[in-house]
């Protein structure tokens, strides 16, 4: 009896034999573990941040960070190449990009300067050849020398399959990029492989751990949302930016971090056209501390306001409710 | 509280795919290979943890922020009833605890009078009987869970239906047997009846919430889709209040499902001519010779909505609508501005971008109210916004074209209709009025390049989606 040959695979089967035990990835085994870590790397994660990358490196899905600018969804791939201690490969999304950047791309000059280099040694393959079809399969036999991988310039999705130990693949901004590449994604996500129509399809040594963030400015794929796990981080609440902010810039007072978390929050909640990030909380602490500020005072806040707030219209909402908002700081 | 944790992760896996098939039916679109992350999520995080359980089945669940609010929502809502049952139980128990304490002290002052001893004895050994006076949560809860399963309480479909199913569980449960007890017990020993009769209205009460559960789950997103159906059919002048969030809702929903439809296709671009740069350095790796041609891109335009919507009375409520609409899709058309009239004419774009719609409209009612006057409002229209309009531009008129007699300055219109890309006439009547009595809208009808009846949600739908699709 012919023994039963799987032709194709199902695709309602995962593929993945014990998905509760993980090896590559042992820094990412728990929970508290995973907060502990983050934390001593200087990124403050709730609980559900914490459940999600832990989901996606048992899971071996990626995630998709949404949420408004600033909030801390490049830091958070970061952070985690940094608590993993594996490389970051980084992919800047624009409008235009397109495979040729982002994947792979043939070294044309290298293969156009070794063709020109090899020319003598032509002579020497083809000598004695009788006629044009033994000169042909003589050829033959050579013609996959230029397009093999010495001549394959990996780009960072590439390049992130090629790591030995995995790695961690931020694909910055997806909703910049165009709806095509998109497309093209969702097989290096699904399957973390790559079709080079040259070579074949190359597989991921070690499966990275891929984060993609959003700023929500479109919508995207259902077919790639589909393939991630969804994690949306919002505006922190006051004690988690307290914290954050304490240990961005532990030389600030506790009592002036609660007041500016405090005050940023207030501010936060004006009809404004860009609200103020943690990463805005976090700079203008910063310059507070330069400015060897003791006490959050009016004239203070008015003249460092523009750290905080990047628009002239916003700066004026806020000074016009500056009473209001300091009293807000106050508690 | 260990046994009924074991109990429930047995059946947790069956909750899980309801809990999904109840995510379906508040519209979160939850495919197969979701369900099954989701199941991998649930393996990975356990039960036992109720905010570890919600965080990781949002992450595989909810797809975007709208999702996520609908799903933190969901969640609440489907798995509240476990961890709250034992203790709202255990309030109500604790009465029949105490009247079962007393029958149990008064039988043996009756022993001598009554040598049958304690008439419950003869009903223990009774499984449903034991496991209700012990109160034991795990041996009720599977037991309800079985019955349910062999009454197919999820075949259930109509609100009406959860008193005969509520019968057919406690059948299936054996209810029957308590059931001839009471009789029984009702002339002769008034205490032991008491206490029968206090366990069953118990079992009563969670078999009832259980098939009130199996509704929500199974029967209420198929009557939710009816009341949706049936509302987006109505004709919106006769829509009332207490309909107003319902059609609101549906709204949104269409406004999103448009956006998405027709957000996506932002950077579609029309060939335009060589980019000669480009090309050169394309046809570098084939020695000079141009391949792969590179072509400079036309961008497509959104289409610019002016909307000129008639206010008076008996076409407010159709004005209400299409501005909430053409609002809701802020995202797909950004440069929307709109225009109002009765008698006079003027722009409400600033007043709408500021206040709800329908406070809005009301503002605008009582600044330009008056007898209709077409003719009025499309001169004011011409001197007001003409100049603005262009081949991207797409002019709307939502009105019924009853013009009390007057001219209804046709030439203006047919202007209109030769600078902009697209003159669209929406009436609220249906098309057997156009034309009867004071009705100009036969004549106007020529004038335009659409007219439409837009009596109800979902023509107006329909004529939007149109609207987004045309670009250039």
Redesign the interface.
Known sequence: MRPVVECWSDPFKPNRENPLSNTHYPALSGIDAIQQAFESAGYICTTRIATVVRLAAALEKPVLIEGPPGVGKTELAKTCAMVVDRPLVRLQCYEGLDESKALYEWKYGKQLLYTQLLREQLGDVLDGAKGLNESMNRLHQFSDVFYSEAFLESRPLLKAMEEDNGGVLLIDEIDKADFEFESMLLEVLSDFQVSIPELGTIQAHSKPLVFLTSNDTRDLSDALKRRCLHLHIPFPSIELEARIVASRVPDLAQSMTDQLVRFVHAIRSLDLKKAPAISETVDWAKSLVLLHAKDLDGSLVQDTLNVLLKYEEDIQIAEGQLPKLMAAAAG | MDSPNTARAAASSDQLLAFVQYLRGKKI?V????T??AV??A???GYQDR??LK??L???L????HE?SVFEVAFDDYFQPIPERPPAGGQSDAKPEVSSANPSEQPPQKDPANPGEDPLEGLRGNSLFDALESQDESALSLAIETAAADAKVEEISLFTQRGQYVRKILDALGDEALREAAIEFEQSEPAAFEVVQALREQLRERVRDRVERAYLIHASAATEDLLDESLSKLKLGNVDHSQMARLKRLMDRMARKL??RH??R??RYRRGKLHVGETVRRA??T?GIPFHPRWRKIERKRPQIMAICDVSGSVAAYAKFLLMFLYALQDVLPRTRSFAFSAALGEVSDLLATLPVEEAIERVNLKYGGATDYGRALQDFSELALAEVNSATTVIVLGDARNNQADPRLDLLGEIKSRARQLIWLNPESPRLWGTGDSEMLRVKKECHLAKECQNLKQLERVIDKILSDRR
């Open positions: 679109p495919s197969p290979a979701d099954l992350d991998e999520v393996e990975l995080v905010a570890l965080n990781g949002a992450a595989a909810a797809k975007s922020r996520l956006a998405a957000g996506r932002r950077h570098i790796p020695d």
